[in-house]
């Protein structure tokens, strides 16, 4: 009977051992049931045997031996019972409570049957053994049977796990966190139960320490005293091979620590362990001292040993060895058992390994996805930074017309207020009418396409005056008779009838170029026809254009709009972007343009006129004038010649500075002098304007180092600038001094008691074209000559100033280098 | 008598001009540089024509024919602008303010000629 039971224990270790060799070896789940269910058959000689996996809502039939095709067919899946889903169910008699399931299991001849659940965190299939004959499943195979299928739910999770740790980083966390409720359900399972075999006990608490934890040192620890604790021996270690191939003690216990210290790492091939990574096959030495290389333990007085492989997937990962110093022959069971709990250590070792490299990996993905949230978080806060900073007005546009982005400047420039406008169809989003304008952007199709608005800017209107004005009398403004209507121009509609009429579907398409601005909006059959606004009368164009002081009077605002179309990279359109930037200053820049283009002809036209008139006067005249009078005539021809002569030399200069072709032919000459030969060619000029010109202030001697003609140019522009706004009686005086060794500057100043120039005209006095009040007083002028000084004095490395008072007068102060700089290179 | 003639301009070198040929043409002629010095010779004489330009600085062309035409002597003493500002609307708006005629530069001196001897009717150089 003993020696019955004793086979049948070594049948049984022989299957768990297989097991888990062949666990350790594969990863192919239907492999390991298969094996796993012909090793527990043929421990527990039983005939029957199936495995049901748990997939989705329904029981899949895995795996059979020794059923029917009928059966097979009749079962392939099971619906989820609950009795499938419960405990361990072990019926030994049939026979005795007949059910359907049990009719076709007795066609089978089955007559008793034991299903276990696999379990782990959750229900994931039954084991169920039958067999021919009676009461076949007592306690110590229900124990053997469970323990089976504790391994096979382990497998079973393990092969999730590799599939989920494939995919998913922390599938492996949850599988850790599982694997330590099985380790202490697998514990009460033996307390429950009072294990009989210590040695199967052991096996247990190996496999339980091994699932409990997930970090290699507890799980060897545990398992080196465990097996220590079963085998009654003083001495175990594990020992580990590492990269290099060398055998490194990992765990040991009851060696001294000197003995671990001071041997060298282990070669394969040489000692106890040496041998048996090489060789893949444990070894049992009953006296170490056969063995030639080994010398510590025999010092130390240790005499048998066991050595047993931990192999996982073929490969020897390390030894597990135990010693004692007792005379002691291990027997084969005890060799069989370690080379079992070998086996699954190599399993676990592979795991934490496997679990270690995909815990670093989950590590560097963390700090990788953490890395690229604070980028994102980056690049969001630059995005909107920039949205924030730029000058532009930005708005974007779905595809459904709405409003989902705007930025801040961009509400300024069409007074909205940002939280109040998004989400929303841009019609109704902006003010009216440049809702209307921006959405019939918005619907074109095409590239791009633009439009300018030319709008108040807001920026400079008090909203306190944006009401409608008392008493006005414009019948033709839309606001007129609305006793609740705003003055139409500025907050009703905040836009000018040129852009409404602009808008209207009669005009004709334009493209947006750059060089001509499209003032028309581009209106296809496509548009819904309310999105066209209403065309106002021309009448009402002209008169709030011309008569309406209150409109003429803004400040106004041209900005140009330019919409494009965003696709993703597959083309597909996402919606429209709409960038309007200020061209406030480059329309005026334009008006200037076209002002200059107008003083210049008119400028021209006058010497030329008064030329050909006087000229005309002497022909018609000659015999009966006298001498004194025809030589006033030649004179006046001559004046009028030579201010025809600046003025083309002005514009010859300033289209010679645009080019950057102005060349400095400087020399040392006398400022002083070159002013007072100067001044006696306005003499003349002034004495018909009745202005003293006062050459008091020339400190003779006072040199500069200076292109005598271009400062020619300059004083000639300062003095009749001077001379042009002073009045009958007043003075124009000029001075010319050193100011100082020191400073090696010399400084000249044209004063004049003339009109004086407003702070405001003062800001752009020296800008090319600006002419302040001088074009609403009719005083006639280019707007080159002061831009003309300013460029020549800074190409001279001088600077030049202005100090005025309406009504009092102005004084233009330049200042230039009074000698050669030291240093050759700046002359050239 | 001769037909005496006010004519003022800011620019003196086409005052000189214009003053000459009106001379030569036998008329008397009164000349200013600008407003308030021809207002302050129109105190002491009453022209038989006034030529004004527009374009002037401190008081222009328009004030000057308003501030002439509140003088009640001076209600009907012809008035000719003689100006650069040569658009349609100028002209049209210096008619509508009532001027007698207006002259434009460049001026050719016949057509100066012709609109003072049609002001003046007969009192002038022709009937000389």
């Known amino acids: ?828 | 008598m001769s037909a005496t003639i006010l004519v003022l301009d800011d620019n003196c070198d086409f005052l000189m001009n214009i003053e000459l040929i009106l001379e030569m043409e036998g008329y008397q002629v009164l000349s200013a540089c600008n407003g308030l010095e021809a207002l302050a010779l129109l105190e002491r004489t009453k022209p038989d024509l006034i030529i004004s330009d527009i374009m002037m600085p401190e008081m222009d062309g328009y004030e000057f024919f308003q501030r002439v035409r509140r003088n009640p002597e001076l209600l009907t003493v012809p008035f000719i602008f003689l100006s650069a500002k040569g658009e349609r609307e100028d002209i049209r708006f210096g008619k509508q303010l009532g001027v007698d005629d207006y002259l434009t530069k460049p001026l050719e001196p016949e057509d100066l000629l012709i609109a003072v001897e049609a002001r003046l009717g007969g009192t002038g150089a022709l009937q000389r």
């Not at chain 1, 085998?231 to 990992?250: D, Y």
């Not at chain 1, 009749?720 to 706004?725: D, G």
């Not at chain 1, 005086?733 to 100043?749: F, K, Y």
């Open chain 1, 1 to 828: 009977m003993a020696a019955d039971k004793d086979r049948c224990w070594t049948r049984q270790l022989a299957a768990l051992n297989t097991i888990a060799v062949t666990m350790s070896q594969s990863l192919e789940l239907e492999h390991i049931i298969q094996v796993a269910l012909a090793e527990i058959m043929r421990a527990l000689e039983i005939e029957f045997g199936w495995v049901y996996l748990l997939e989705g809502e329904r029981l899949a039939l895995k795996c059979h031996i020794g059923l029917s095709d009928e059966f097979v067919n009749q079962n392939r899946e099971l619906e989820l019972a609950p009795w499938t889903t419960q405990k361990t169910l072990v019926r030994e008699r049939l026979d005795e409570e007949p059910r359907e399931i049990d009719e076709q299991s007795k066609r089978e001849g089955i007559q008793a049957r034991i299903s276990i659940p696999l379990n782990k965190e959750n229900f994931m299939g039954c084991l169920t053994l039958a067999s021919r004959a009676l009461d076949r499943f007592g306690a110590s195979e229900v124990q053997f049977i469970e323990t089976v299928g504790h391994q096979l739910s382990l497998a079973i999770e393990n092969a999730r796990l590799l599939a989920s740790a494939r995919g998913q980083e922390n599938g492996l966390t949850r599988a850790y966190q599982q694997a330590g409720r099985y380790a202490k359900d697998l514990r009460q399972v033996f307390e429950r139960e009072r294990i009989q075999s210590s040695q199967l006990a052991a096996l247990n608490a190996v496999i339980a320490a091994v699932s409990e934890s997930l970090e290699l040192n507890t799980i060897l620890r545990e398992a080196l005293d465990k097996v220590m604790e079963v085998m009654r021996v003083e001495a175990g270690m594990v020992l580990l091979v590492n990269e290099r191939g060398e055998l490194i003690p990992v765990i040991h216990r009851g060696l001294p620590r000197e003995m671990i210290e001071t041997s060298p790492p282990m070669k394969i091939g040489e000692g106890l362990s040496g041998r048996v990574v090489q060789s893949g096959r444990p070894m049992v030495i009953d006296d170490i001292s056969i063995l030639e290389d080994v010398n510590s333990s025999r010092k130390e007085g240790f005499k048998a040993w066991v050595s047993v492989p931990l192999t996982a997937k073929d490969r020897v990962l390390g030894t597990l060895n135990i010693s004692t110093r007792e005379e002691r022959s291990f027997s084969p069971q005890d060799v069989q058992l370690l080379g079992s709990i070998g086996s699954q250590l190599g399993v676990a070792i592979e795991n934490a390994r496997l679990y270690e490299a995909i815990e670093e990996y989950s590590r560097t993905l963390e700090e990788k996805v953490a890395l690229r949230t604070r980028d994102l978080a980056e690049e969001k806060s630059k995005l909107d930074a920039i949205l924030h900073n730029i000058a532009d007005g930005l708005l974007v546009v779905d595809t459904r017309g709405r409003l989902i982005l705007a930025n801040p400047m961009a509400a300024r420039m069409l007074g909205f207020k940002l939280e109040e406008a998004i989400g929303y169809e841009i019609e109704e989003a902006l003010p009216l009418p440049m809702g209307n304008f921006l959405s019939n952007l918005v619907h074109q199709p095409g590239p791009a396409s633009a439009v300018t608005l030319e709008i108040p800017d807001l920026a400079q209107i008090n909203p306190a005056r944006c009401w409608k004005q008392k008493n006005c009398q414009q019948t033709a403004c839309p606001a007129y008779g609305k006793t609740e209507a705003r003055c139409w121009f500025i907050s009703g509609i905040r836009c000018s009838p040129t852009d409404l009429a602009a808008a209207a579907p009669s005009t004709s398409p334009s493209t947006g170029s750059a060089a001509r601005p499209a003032k028309l909006l581009r209106t296809g059959s496509r548009n819904k026809p309310r999105l066209v606004p209403r065309k106002p009368s021309t009448k009402m164009q002209d008169w709030v254009q011309i008569d309406c002081p209150f409109y003429s009077g803004l400040p106004r605002l041209s900005i140009e709009a330019r919409a494009s179309t965003v696709e993703d990279e597959r083309g597909e359109v996402l919606g429209t972007v709409i960038v309007m930037r200020d061209i406030t200053a480059l329309k005026e820049m334009d008006r200037l343009k076209t002002q200059f283009v107008s003083n210049v002809s008119h400028e021209l036209r006058t010497p030329i006129t008064i030329i050909k008139l006087t000229v005309s006067n002497l022909l018609q005249y000659y015999a009966r004038l006298d001498d004194q009078k025809r030589t006033e005539l030649l004179e006046t021809v001559k004046r009028q010649a030579d201010i025809l002569h600046r003025l083309i030399e002005n514009i010859l200069t300033l289209s010679r500075l645009d080019a950057g072709k102005v060349f400095l032919r400087k020399a040392e000459f006398d400022l002083a002098a070159f002013c007072r030969t100067l001044l006696s060619e306005f003499a003349l000029a002034a004495a018909e304007k009745h202005i003293s010109l006062i050459d008091d202030g020339l400190q003779e001697g006072t040199t500069v180092w200076a292109d005598q003609e271009q400062i020619g140019q300059v004083i000639r522009n300062l003095l009749s600038n001077a001379l042009k706004f002073t009045s009958a009686g007043g003075k124009v005086t000029v001075t010319v001094r050193s100011r100082g060794e020191d400073e090696g500057l010399v400084e000249m100043q044209v004063s004049d008691t003339g009109s004086g120039i407003s702070p405001r005209d003062q800001a752009h006095l020296f800008e090319r074209f600006y002419r302040g009040e001088a074009t609403a007083r009719g005083i006639p002028g280019t707007g080159l000559g002061l831009a003309i000084v300013k460029e020549i004095i800074e190409e001279h490395g001088g600077s030049v100033s202005v100090e005025s008072e309406v009504g009092v007068g102005s004084t233009f102060t330049v200042l230039l280098p009074a000698k050669k700089p030291e240093d050759t290179f700046q002359s050239l």
